[in-house]
């Protein structure tokens, strides 16, 4: 169909060649789009092991400010005993 002189595009059909193209780039989609959630679940993972982790080390930094405020009171007693 041509009006005034202007021909039909092709781009606003679609052809029987691009309809496998379009099912391949489906598929593509959704097997990207599974890899993403896929990855999401594994940074939800990681980031969970991360918050425990770091639990862990304030944990042991408070006992280790602890153990060295005890190493330092026996060392000004064992000064004052000398």
């Known amino acids: 169909m041509a009006l005034n002189g202007f021909e039909e595009s092709t781009a606003w059909a679609i052809s ?3 309809s496998g193209n379009i099912v ?3 598929i593509r ?3 990207v ?3 993403i959630a896929a990855a999401q679940g594994d940074l939800r993972a990681l980031l969970t092991r991360v918050h425990s982790v770091q639990a862990d080390v ?10 060295q405020m ?3 009171n026996l060392t000004r007693q064992m000064a004052k005993r000398k």
Request: glycine share 0%; hydrophobic share 30%.
């Open 16 to 18: 029987n060649a691009d």
């Open 24 to 26: 391949k780039d489906a």
């Open 33 to 35: 789009l599974k890899d």
């Open 58 to 67: 304030d944990k042991l930094t408070s006992e280790n400010a602890t153990l």
């Open 70 to 72: 005890y190493i330092d």
């Open 29 to 31: 989609k959704e097997q």
